[in-house]
T-cell receptor, first 112, second 113 residues
């Protein structure tokens, strides 16, 4: 069956460091891989989307890589800030407009 | 960016009653919307796909007679939890696709006593 693993349930880092979150998937060939941020008691907020034919995408302090051979995506937050503390969700879909399959998320805590 | 709203944000009800949750796309039209449920410390699990003008599609294990979905217009989908029980207490979130991604509502916290 399709499976998405975000292999760290929690990640604690110091302010200013780079946070790296991992998303691995099996039995799936997604066309898109997306990263969302979710704060407690709130819905997910879209951050970045990367297509299967793209290796890397950046947006401000965020960077996402996508390796379809390894079936893995890495999500980086550079110069992390306490405001970056949240749960980050990896999500896959195989066609625009279809439902997403989510990983369990990694809760990032950035301490000052 | 695209905005999706949900109402109410929080609801407490007695066991056996029905609760309606609304999901609206505010600045775009959505022929399809999705309903997810999230339990504490768990990921979002897709419950059903809401289709404007036709029946909803439910995921395996989700009772269609218990979770009624109506996609009344291109900007509104409703989820009604009928005869709610304490085990239905959860965080319900809707989403709507726009361009290549999905935009989520802020969620509805349901507590059934």
């Amino acid at each position: 069956s399709q499976k998405i693993e975000q292999n760290s349930e929690a990640l604690n880092i110091q302010e200013g460091k780079t946070a790296t979150l991992t998303c691995n998937y099996t039995n799936y060939s997604p066309a898109y891989l997306q990263w969302y941020r979710q704060d407690p008691g709130r819905g997910p907020v879209f951050l970045l989307l990367i297509r299967e034919n793209e290796k890397e995408k950046r947006k401000e302090r965020l960077k996402v890589t996508f390796d379809t051979t390894l079936k893995q995506s890495l999500f980086h937050i550079t110069a992390s800030q306490p405001a970056d503390s949240a749960t980050y969700l990896c999500a896959l879909d195989n066609q625009a407009g279809t439902a997403l399959i989510f990983g369990k998320g990694t809760t990032l805590s950035v301490s000052s | 960016g695209a905005v999706v709203s949900q109402h109410p944000s929080r609801v407490i009800c007695k066991s056996g009653t029905s609760v309606k949750i609304e999901c609206r796309s505010l600045d775009f039209q959505a022929t399809t919307m999705f309903w997810y449920r999230q339990f504490p410390k768990q990921s979002l699990m897709l419950m059903a796909t809401s289709n404007e003008g036709s029946k909803a599609t439910y995921e395996q294990g989700v009772e269609k007679d218990k979770f009624l979905i109506n996609h009344a217009s291109l900007t509104l989908s409703t989820l009604t939890v009928t005869s709610a029980h304490p085990e239905d207490s959860s965080f319900y979130i809707c989403s709507a696709p726009f361009l290549e991604t999905q935009y989520f509502g802020p969620g509805t916290r349901l507590l059934v006593l």
